[in-house]
C-alpha cells in the first residue's frame, strides 16, 4: 500500500488526493492514523516544509452525524467567537488556544468525495498534549479551569444558538427506551450474556431519571455547552499553562451538569476506560476535589444554586448513560462506538458501573466538596 494511502478501520484511504482538495500550506509528506476518539477517523498529516504546519485531517461519521453543513456552520461559528475572545486577551495566543478550519479550495468548510465521505481540516497544534484521565490533582484543576472557562466564554454567544447535532444526546430517558428495545428485540443474541449488566441498569434506572428533565428540578438555565467533555478533549501545552478545548462537534444548547458530569466520569477514574481488572477502577476524590475547585473558580460566580445542589450528582448520571450507552451498543452489535475486538463496548459498560458504585460509596463526601467550594467563592 503506498504511503499516501491508509487502511485503517477496515477501509483505505488515499490521504493525498483528500488533502489536495484543502487550501492547505506545504507540500504534503504523508498521514498516519492519529488520536484515540470512537467516532471519527482521523488522521495527522505531515507536511514537508519545517515552515509549514501539519494538519488534522478526519472522515466525519456520518452514522452519527448526518447533517455535516449543520455541523460545520456550528463549528465554524464557535471557533470565531471563541477566536475574539482570544484576540481580545492580552498575551493569549488564538492559534494554539482556538482550533483553525481549514477551507477547501472552494471556499467550502468540508469536502464530500465521491463516495460520499466528508472530509474537514484543522491545522495540527504543535507541542500540545492531552490525557486520557486527571493524574494528579493539580492538572484535575487544570483541566476543571479550562473547561469551566470555555463555558464562560460562550456564555455570550450569539443568537442564533448552535443547531443540534445529535438530537436528545443527553437524554435518559431516550437512552433507557433504545436500551430496553434492544434487550427485547436482541438482534445480535447477546442479552445472555449481560444478566448482571441488565439488574444494574435496571436499579438504578428511576433514581437517575433526577436530571432527565432538568427543568423539573428547578430553574435550570439552558446554556450553550460542550456537551462531551471528555478529559483529552483538552490540549494542554507542554510549557506554560495554556490550553486549546478540541472536538467541538457537539456545542449545542445544554445544561452545566452535562459538561461537569462527563469530565468527572472520564478523567476521575483511577482506571482507564475499558479496564480488564475492575477491582482498579473507581473514582479518586483527590481528582474530583481538584477537578471541581479549577471548574468553579472559573464558572461559580454564573451558576445559580439548583445548578450547584446537581453537580456531584450529574457526575454518577453520566457514569450510569454512558455505561448504558456502552452496554446498549454492544446489544446492537457494535454499530456506535469503535470496538478493537469482541466484548469491547460490554468491558466499557462494565468499567462504568463499577465506577458509579464507586461513586455511590463517596456520594455524601462528593457533594460536601461541590458544597464547601462553593460556599468559598
Known amino acids: 500500500m503506498a ?12 490521504l493525498a488526493r483528500v488533502a489536495a482538495n484543502f487550501s492547505l500550506k506545504g507540500t504534503f509528506a504523508g498521514g498516519h492514523p492519529y488520536g484515540s476518539g470512537h467516532i471519527h477517523d482521523t488522521f495527522r498529516i505531515r507536511t514537508a516544509e519545517d515552515g ?3 494538519y488534522i485531517l478526519q472522515r466525519i461519521n456520518r452514522n452519527v452525524f448526518h447533517d455535516v453543513p449543520r455541523l460545520m456552520e456550528n463549528i465554524v461559528r464557535v471557533t470565531a467567537h471563541l477566536r475574539a475572545k482570544s484576540s481580545a486577551n492580552p498575551g493569549a495566543d488564538p492559534s494554539c488556544e482556538v482550533l483553525t478550519v481549514i477551507p477547501t479550495r472552494d471556499g467550502r468548510h468540508f469536502h464530500e468525495d465521491n463516495d460520499g465521505d466528508c472530509w474537514r481540516v484543522y491545522v495540527f497544534i504543535d507541542r500540545h498534549r492531552s490525557f486520557d484521565r486527571m493524574d ?3 492538572r484535575a484543576c487544570a483541566g476543571g479551569t479550562h473547561f469551566g472557562h470555555f463555558l ?11 443547531h443540534v447535532t445529535i438530537g436528545e444526546f443527553h437524554n435518559l430517558e431516550m437512552h433507557l427506551q433504545r436500551f430496553f428495545a434492544r434487550l427485547q428485540d436482541n438482534p445480535c443474541h447477546r442479552a445472555g450474556q449481560v444478566a448482571t449488566e441488565i439488574a444494574f441498569v435496571q436499579s438504578r434506572a428511576e433514581t437517575m431519571k433526577r436530571l432527565l428533565r432538568p427543568e423539573r428540578a428547578g430553574p ?3 446554556r450553550i455547552t460542550h456537551n462531551d467533555t471528555k478529559f483529552n478533549n483538552i490540549l494542554f501545552a507542554e510549557q506554560g499553562g495554556g490550553a486549546c478545548v478540541i472536538d ?3 456545542v449545542m444548547p445544554g445544561y452545566v451538569h452535562y459538561d461537569f458530569g462527563d469530565a468527572v466520569r472520564s478523567g476521575c477514574n483511577r482506571a482507564s476506560e475499558d479496564e480488564l481488572d475492575l477491582e482498579r477502577v473507581g473514582l479518586d476524590i483527590d481528582l474530583f476535589k481538584g477537578y471541581a475547585r479549577g471548574f468553579l473558580s472559573s464558572l461559580g460566580d454564573c451558576l445559580s444554586e439548583v445548578e450547584v445542589a446537581h453537580l456531584a450528582f450529574s457526575a454518577k448520571l453520566f457514569a450510569y448513560m454512558i455505561g ?8 446492537a452489535g457494535d454499530r456506535y462506538f469503535k470496538s478493537r475486538y469482541p466484548g469491547h463496548n460490554l468491558q ?4 462504568q458501573f463499577r465506577l458509579l458504585e464507586s461513586m455511590e460509596s463517596q456520594s455524601a463526601q462528593m457533594e460536601d466538596i461541590i458544597q464547601t467550594l462553593a460556599a468559598a467563592g
Do not use: K, M, W
Open 3 to 14: 504511503e499516501n494511502s491508509i487502511g485503517h478501520e477496515g477501509f483505505a484511504f488515499d
Open 52 to 54: 509549514c504546519p501539519d
Open 136 to 138: 494528579t490533582p493539580e
Open 152 to 162: 464562560r466564554l460562550l456564555a455570550d454567544f450569539p443568537d442564533p444558538p448552535p
Open 220 to 222: 435550570i438555565p439552558l
Open 248 to 250: 467541538l462537534d457537539t
Open 324 to 331: 448504558l450507552r456502552f452496554l446498549s451498543d454492544f446489544l
Open 348 to 351: 466499557r459498560a462494565r468499567v
